[in-house]
């Protein structure tokens, strides 16, 4: 049974940091890419990053380039969101996504608009919220 299992969210402070995590099964990081994608209440779905399932390089969007790092850990199936000085802006219902084709790219980014029918599997989601 192919799942994706997000967690890692919570409540954090402005400039604080949190490590989500999205553990796969049913199916191995080096056959499925894996992006993270958040919704914010009143907001479409959005791209923020992706890693390859072909050499696991990875692909930011814009907004969270140098602030999020995604990686991953094949040994344990696993894809993690580094996300560091984080904002109010932030808060969102944070997803991963797997998709057996490569990471979608526009101008070196990943887009924050992406077709969310190339994707095959997503999660269930796990809550973010920065807040004092």
């Known amino acids: 049974q192919v799942q994706l299992v997000e967690a890692g969210g919570g409540l954090v402070q402005p400039g604080g940091s949190l490590r989500l995590s999205c553990a796969a099964s049913?199916?191995?990081?080096?056959?499925?890419?894996i992006a993270w994608f958040r919704q914010a209440p009143g907001k479409e779905r959005e791209g923020l990053s992706c890693?390859?399932?072909?050499?696991?390089?990875?692909l930011y969007e814009h907004a969270v380039q140098g602030r999020f790092t995604i990686s991953r850990d094949v040994a344990k199936n696993t894809v993690y969101l580094q996300m560091n000085s984080l904002k109010p802006e932030d808060t969102a219902v944070y997803y991963c996504?797997?998709?057996?084709?490569?990471?979608?790219?526009?101008?070196?980014?990943?887009?924050?608009?992406?077709?969310?029918?190339?994707?095959?599997?997503w999660g269930q989601g796990t809550q973010v919220t920065v807040s004092l």
């Open positions: 996504a797997a998709e057996r084709m490569g990471c979608s790219v526009v101008a070196g980014h990943f887009p924050k608009r992406v077709p969310e029918a190339l994707y095959d599997y």
């Open positions: 049913g199916f191995t990081l080096d056959s499925y890419s």
């Open positions: 890693i390859s399932s072909v050499d696991g390089s990875t």
